[in-house]
């Protein structure tokens, strides 16, 4: 998409960002695609008003997220995500191929709100036995009772989907045959 038509439509489409603040955090969504040489793909639509809370992204005070406020604030937004989404193996972290805030900013309408997508790879380490990969999810409200939820869904040989609900940090671990 050209940088006009994102403008003109993420502008429009954020034009009620002001009224939906008052309401519950947003879902995220993570999605991990594994691929045969080791690295993992790494897929999270963010709710804008979460990275909103987080990182102050109305830098203007109107109440409504404009694109290039959101757009000057990419690199930050990508080096907040990406430490927690973090992935490994029995035999250690994955390290990072590629940063989300390098990448070009998008975005995506899911469950009526929008969200920023970031996207990112990790090499993991390969370990004897069955292949494991350990979600370490750590973007959740500390409180047990957020409404905070995460939708994971692992697009490996065995797919899967979990939602992580509630409380500082969420593990979860992937198998493949």
Same mark, same amino acid.
């Given at each position: ?6 403008? @003109? ?5 954020? @034009? ?73 193996? =029995?035999?250690?972290? @994955? ?9 070009? =900013? ?17 090499? @993991? =380490? ?17 409180? =047990? ?33």
């Amino acid at each position: 998409m050209t940088m006009t038509r994102f403008a @003109c439509a993420l502008g429009v489409a954020l @034009c009620t960002h002001g009224a939906a603040q008052a309401h519950p955090s947003g879902d995220s969504h993570v999605v991990l695609r594994p691929q045969p040489d080791g690295h993992v793909l790494i897929q999270w639509d963010v709710a804008l008003r979460d990275l909103d809370d987080e990182l102050l992204l109305d830098s203007d005070g109107d109440g409504r997220l404009q694109a290039r406020e959101l757009t000057a604030r990419w690199p930050d937004i990508g080096a907040w995500a990406q430490p927690l989404v973090q992935l490994s193996t =029995p035999a250690g972290p @994955c390290t990072s191929l590629s940063s989300p805030a390098r990448a070009a =900013p998008a975005w995506v309408r899911r469950d009526g709100e929008h969200h920023a997508r970031l996207r990112w790879s990790v090499q @993991c =380490p390969r370990s004897k036995g069955q292949a494991q990969v350990r979600l370490h999810y750590t973007a959740l409200s500390p409180a =047990p009772d957020s409404p905070h939820r995460a939708v994971v869904r692992w697009h490996g040989d065995a797919r899967a989907e979990r939602v992580l609900l509630g409380g500082p940090r969420q593990e979860h671990v992937f198998k493949q045959r």
